[in-house]
């Protein structure tokens, strides 16, 4: 019997999170999406917030474990641990990072994590000149610091047990084609 998925995904801004997201959830017979946001809180306070809201997840996880049902996530606690990495929060969170990967690879799902990227860093430009009211602005900036330490977070994840997938969205079409492939999606004509 095959387990559940547990699919994250996880990017910097303007990388399409939200649209494969969303793809996915719709792709996948009986797959439920969750959208977490993290804790807006970006000081020492926040850390202990933010710890007992992930640790939370993890128990959450854990007993779903016997239901039916592949779990979609944009946005965890990686998120987390980048945006303290990159100093956008008052507290370093590596310490508790690595205590909330050790319990996700001892969860008893076929765990997924997406790192979202982009191979041209100019297209940030053009997708981030929506209006998005949002925890951390948007910035070409910002989002090519995020990349590289999304992209080195996933080397760092390598021996784990967690599939670790680097997806460029420059183009959202071969992207999709690329998730179809890995999740065996098949479309009807």
Excluded at 96 to 110: A, H, P, R, S
Excluded at 125 to 134: A, I, Q, W
Excluded at 143 to 149: E, N, T
Aim: glycine share 4%; aromatic share 12%.
């Amino acid at each position: 019997m095959n387990k559940n998925k547990l699919i994250i995904i996880e990017g910097p801004q303007g990388t399409g999170k939200t649209g494969l997201s969303n793809y996915l959830r719709d792709k996948l017979p009986g797959a439920n999406l969750y959208r977490l946001s993290g804790q807006k809180d970006k000081t020492i306070a926040g850390k202990k917030w933010s710890t007992k809201m992930y640790n939370a997840l993890m128990d959450y996880l854990k007993e779903m474990e016997e239901i039916p049902m592949d779990l979609i996530f944009d946005r965890t606690f990686f998120t987390e641990e980048v945006y303290a990495r990159l100093g956008y929060k008052e507290y370093d969170f590596h310490d508790i990072y690595l205590k909330l990967v050790e319990k996700l690879c001892q969860l008893d799902f076929d765990v997924y994590l997406i790192v979202l990227y982009l191979e041209n860093p100019n297209i940030y430009e053009n997708r981030l000149k929506r209006d998005h009211h949002n925890y951390q602005s948007f910035s070409i900036r910002n989002s090519r610091a995020q990349q590289k330490v999304y992209l080195d977070m996933k080397e760092e994840l390598q021996n784990k047990n967690i599939e670790v997938i680097s997806l460029a969205t420059d183009d959202f079409k071969d992207a999709y084609e690329k998730i179809d492939t890995l999740f065996e999606i098949h479309h009807d004509n």
